[in-house]
């Protein structure tokens, strides 16, 4: 590893507030020098302790002058020294006690914790101020100890070694390679709860023995709406998500290790009002609520943290809300345009009754969206004194960009049936002009028909539409044989052929969209085809009108209990005497 050089200085006020800026400070300095979590802890676990003792017992005068903390890092080693001007005190000489067999640690924990976890500790009294020094080794196995770190004095613990190469740690105790876990076990995780970081080791762990631990099995829900819990979770391993309303819903939030569930109803005394789950299989710490308030609140720091906890909640909880209501109110602009767009929309087809004026002839429309807005359309209307013009559309896709490429369809049959009455030459143009700047792929299926009034022939252009239903004179329904062509708006230079056929007094014509032969039942039939002819050929002899009510209230009664899934639409023409 290459040597690297680092240097940090603080000078703090002589008051345990102080702890938390010294963490942060070796915690700065160790993550910028790579120090993985693991090493971390352990430069954050010796620095809360050396910094704790020198604050308590170097004397509580606010006017005296302030400690001096100086974190340094050469190669994998680094070094803390705290330097304060209270009374005499010299944590590295006090005999360290044994380690606990439960978390209630009767005193001493921190001298014991700087004799485990550092490789080093040495303590002086330099110019009337307490000097304690600690050092840590982290990363590789090999780096020598800087010789430039070496402060030779008559106070320096590891003169008892007769190999200066890896410093021994103070006293008899182990090498670090050859500790057990036992110790992070008890201590290590401290400093990683939030609530906890910068409090003081040895005022928490009594209090941590009053705490249980509990596990809980991915899924697990630890709090539902309307339940309260007597304890404060707190993450020890794996992950809390929390829902609103459902299980099932996404989750709001999630709880990772160190952070803790279930303060919000602890202090307001109401029931929770979300799901908490484990995310994972996780282990929790459950901290009685009575613990957590009459007796860690007065640790310092764990207040100050708590308070940032909730203020991080309610910022939380603001932006939902923010979000929330700015995506009400989108949803509410969105409500109007698409209000107005089916306005719109239902406008530009036409108002019954289609062909007043003309009582050779009966015809009725119909179109209901499966959304708002729809794709399909249809029309009717004369092209002059002789000839009428028929068109049903279906195009391709739902909401708002079928709608408006439904919108320029419409517009361009218009603009093409004012200057030409051929429907050869009319579907040839649309689809010419569909094809142009069509970014977004649309295409539409299209029925063109041109019927003169005096010859009574239809002609017709299908467009990869549904083949339409005929009935001639007296004769049943069938289906219209027409040229097969392809959709509008894909091909500009499509072929397309047109079809003829006379419609003596009595004929029917049923256009429709696939929206009538798609229709779904609850055992997931289809309406289909031969339903549709059965169903136009018993509602025959009625009027338009009669014909398109009765077949989609038919559809309907077929697909009760089904949600619509696509437009119906349909256009019935009949020739009268």
């Known amino acids: ?22 963490v942060d400070l070796v915690r700065e300095i160790g993550a910028e020098a790579g ?7 352990r430069a954050d676990l010796c620095l809360t302790e050396a910094l704790t003792n020198s604050i308590v017992h170097g004397g509580k005068d606010a006017q005296a002058p302030q400690t001096e ?48 976890f550092a490789e080093e500790c040495q303590y002086e009294r330099r110019a009337g101020r307490n000097v304690l020094t600690f050092v840590i080794r982290f990363g590789g196995e090999d780096t020598r100890f800087p010789d430039n770190w070496i402060e030779r004095g008559p106070d320096r613990r ?7 190469v890896v410093p021994a740690m103070a006293g008899d105790l182990r090498p670090l390679r050859e500790r057990t876990n036992d110790d992070r076990r008890w201590n290590g995780f401290i400093s990683r709860i939030r609530i906890f970081r910068g409090a003081a080791y040895s005022d928490l762990e009594p209090l941590l023995a009053e705490c249980r631990r509990q596990c809980m099995a991915a899924g697990e829900v630890w709090l539902a709406p309307g339940e309260r819990s007597p304890d404060v979770a707190v993450v020890l391993s794996g992950r809390l998500r929390v829902h609103v309303e459902r299980k099932d819903t996404a989750p709001i939030h999630v709880i990772e290790a160190g952070h803790c569930a279930g303060e919000m109803q602890l202090l307001d005394g109401k029931a929770a009002s979300a799901f908490v789950i484990a995310d994972v299989d996780s282990e929790l710490l459950m901290i009685p609520g009575d613990v957590l308030l009459k007796k860690m609140m007065v640790v310092p720091g764990v207040a100050e943290n708590l308070l940032s906890i909730l203020a991080g909640r309610i910022r939380r909880s603001d932006r939902l809300i923010a979000d929330q209501v ?30 007043p004026e003309q009582p050779q002839v009966d015809c009725a429309g119909y179109m209901r969206p499966a959304r708002e807005i729809g794709g399909d359309f249809y029309d009717a209307f004369p092209l002059d004194a002789d000839r009428l013009f028929l068109t049903i559309g279906d195009i391709c896709g739902k909401g708002l960009p079928s709608a408006l490429f ?12 004012a200057r030409r009455r051929k429907p050869l030459r009319i579907v040839e143009l ?16 299209l029925f063109c028909a041109v019927y003169d009034l005096s010859s009574r022939q239809l002609t017709y252009v299908n467009a990869g539409h549904n083949p339409p239903l005929i009935a001639l004179g007296d004769e049943p329904f069938h289906w219209l044989a027409s040229p097969p062509g392809v959709v509008a708006g894909i091909l500009p230079d499509a072929a397309y052929r047109a079809g003829t056929v006379h419609l003596p007094p009595g004929s029917r014509l049923l256009l429709y969209t696939d929206g009538l032969t798609d229709a779904e039942s609850v055992d997931n039939e289809w309406f289909g085809q031969d339903r549709l002819l059965a169903t136009a050929e018993s509602l025959r002899t009625g009027s338009m009108t009669e014909l398109a009510n009765g077949l989609v209230d038919a559809v309907d009664r077929f697909a009760t209990g089904r949600e619509q899934a696509d437009d119906v639409t349909l256009l019935a023409f009949g020739t009268r005497d």
């Open 1 to 22: 590893m290459a040597t690297q050089r680092l240097s940090r200085r603080l000078q703090v006020p002589n008051e345990l507030a102080s702890v938390r800026r010294g």
């Open 158 to 164: 590891s003169l008892k070694s007769a190999e200066p």
């Open 406 to 417: 439904m919108v320029r369809t419409l517009t361009t049959l218009w603009n093409e049936t």
């Open 35 to 41: 120090m993985d979590e693991d090493d971390l802890f």
């Open 326 to 355: 700015r995506a009400a109110l989108e949803l509410e602009r969105l409500q109007r345009e698409l209000k107005l767009a089916k306005e719109i929309q239902t406008s530009m087809l036409p108002v019954p009754p289609l062909f």
């Open 69 to 116: 903390i100086v974190c340094e890092v050469a190669g994998n080693w680094l070094r803390c020294r705290i330097s304060d001007s209270g009374d005499p005190f010299d944590p590295a000489s006090a005999e360290p006690p044994p380690l606990p067999t439960s978390l209630a640690v009767e005193g001493g924990a921190g001298v014991r914790l700087l004799h485990r």
């Open 430 to 445: 649309v689809n010419r002009h569909l094809c142009n700047n069509n970014d977004t792929s649309l295409f539409v299926s």
